[in-house]
């Protein structure tokens, strides 16, 4: 197997994304919209897929969460209670000539200056120190602290419009829900609340494909929990495995994922510890996800800027404010990383006869290796030849029966292939990570010995007999 270098690597895979339909430029034909990206049909797929495995872990088996699902336009005194409107900020300097702002530290990271324990002042000092230009070659001036809260208009009449924010993180729209939750569902705590949505941020510099964008998916749950230091550690720490365990389970090279301390002064307002998730991408070991310890942060502010308790009544009838432990990741950075982490290049030709190929050519052969669950096809089905109406009749007797019977076991992404030759096909299925390819030939039809399915990591084939095909598919499928 071939190393591609890591810039490269990048570039061949946001390609492949266009190529084969996994992610589009947002607004491409109007020269695009910086920061913003469209999921084509199998870029869908596998984001639903991620998330559908985020909800199934984090929800479905489990009895303490509860998923909710709140508006991405929230009250302006939401984010004056969270804290966003004062210290949702970000460092940023401006190109003194052309006015266009980059992010101080994202200057200093490119000129391979870590910059996890600075303050703002400190950026200033080096970025003088260093004479730094901005990328247009123009003089900069000093750090300052800008807000990334995109803000809209509600209400029909112009100039009597409202002015909101698009939610920035979907953190607060389960605080919000606190009490909601409390009176209608009479949880007992530890108790979390989950939600996966939309956030949007006035992000800079947006870039590095789906890593920085304006729009983007969040997971997260917020686990409450009773207000003391070993509760609150013990859970804090469970969280933090939880998550990571979830983060491999993407089917990720667990070498490729660290834990990372947030250093005193990096922590956001409100945490009283801050650990990220890290994935090893080409640009850097760079933040997957955040599990933060928030105290009462959220609770207590909303209930000194709504004036509504956010208490929690003991059995015994002490109130108390619990405390809440997060864990938040961006849905796009999962997308991303597990694509990176999949795209493989080999030169498989040894087996390449069984493929429309001599045997024993070698062949540069691009596929991505996604954990079966995770990928957006599972299986291809295929008539051996597209001219033989028996063999297409019998191919597709086979998908149609696969597709029901697998749904019946949550499996979803059945494909019918029936263009270009059979190495073809395995070329095209394996670019975009289908991880098995059943293929029916004459022995299928004549014989009665089942189908051959081939596995697309070693390219070897096995024959499966047509009774056995869904349930040795839901063995190499389901996790
Ligand atoms: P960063 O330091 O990279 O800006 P953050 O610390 O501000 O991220 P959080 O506020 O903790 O991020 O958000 C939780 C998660 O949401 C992050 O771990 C990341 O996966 C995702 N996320 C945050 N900002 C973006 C963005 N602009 N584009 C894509 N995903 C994002």
Request: with cysteine; charged share 30%.
């Amino acid at each position: 197997m071939t190393e591609k270098s890591d810039e490269n690597k990048m570039e061949a895979l946001v390609a492949l994304c266009k190529r084969r339909g996994f992610v589009f430029q947002g607004s491409e034909i109007y020269g695009g919209l910086a920061g913003t990206w469209d999921f084509g049909p199998l870029g869908t797929l596998l984001n639903n897929n991620i998330k559908n495995y985020w909800w199934k872990r984090f929800v479905e088996e489990r009895e303490d969460i509860y998923g909710i699902d709140a508006s991405i336009l929230m009250h302006p005194r939401v984010w004056e209670a969270s804290g966003h409107t004062e210290g949702f900020s970000d460092p940023l300097v401006e190109d003194k000539i052309t006015h266009k702002r980059y992010r101080a530290d994202h200057l200093l990271e490119d000129a391979g200056i870590d910059t996890h324990n600075m303050s703002v002042k400190e950026m200033g000092e080096k970025m003088r120190e260093l004479k730094m230009k901005s990328p247009a070659g123009n003089e900069l001036t000093e750090p300052k602290v800008f807000n990334l809260l995109v803000a809209a208009g509600i209400g029909a009449v112009e100039g009597q419009k409202e002015s909101v924010y698009l939610r920035g993180e979907i953190t607060q729209g389960v605080h919000v829900n606190f009490k909601n939750i409390l009176d209608s569902m009479h949880p007992k705590l530890p108790f979390g609340i989950a939600q996966v949505g939309k956030a949007f941020r006035n992000e800079i510099v947006p870039g590095n494909f789906l890593f920085r964008v304006r729009e983007f998916e969040q997971m997260e749950l917020q686990y409450y929990v009773r207000p003391n230091a070993e509760e609150g550690k013990k859970q804090y720490e469970f969280w933090k495995e939880f998550s990571m365990n979830w983060y491999k389970g993407l089917g990720i090279n667990p070498e490729n994922l660290r834990f990372r301390q947030h250093e005193e002064h990096e922590r956001a307002h409100y945490a009283q510890d801050a650990w990220d998730i890290e994935y090893k991408t080409p640009f850097g070991w760079k933040e997957a996800w955040g599990i933060h310890h928030r105290g009462d942060w959220d609770l207590s502010r909303h209930q000194q800027y709504s004036g509504i308790s956010m208490e929690y009544v003991e059995d015994t009838g002490t109130k108390i404010t619990p405390w809440i432990i997060e864990t938040s990741g961006g849905a796009g950075r999962a997308f991303l990383f597990t694509l990176l982490d999949a795209y493989t290049e080999d030169d498989m030709g040894a087996t390449a006869e069984g493929e429309g190929k001599t045997a024993g050519t070698k062949e540069k052969r691009v596929f991505l290796k996604l954990a079966p669950s995770i990928a957006p096809y599972k299986v291809a089905v295929f008539p051996l030849l597209k001219n033989k109406p028996a063999l297409v009749e019998k191919a597709r007797e086979i998908f149609t029966s696969l597709k029901i019977e697998l749904s019946k076991s949550g499996i979803q992404g059945i494909t019918f292939d029936d263009n270009g030759n059979i190495g073809k096909r395995y070329r095209r299925q394996d670019e975009i990570g289908t991880p098995f390819c059943v293929t029916i030939d004459f022995e299928t039809l004549e014989k009665g010995t089942g189908v051959t399915v081939r596995d697309r990591d070693t390219g070897k084939q096995e024959r499966v007999s047509e009774k056995d095909l869904v349930s040795w598919l839901v063995g190499k499928i389901v996790r």
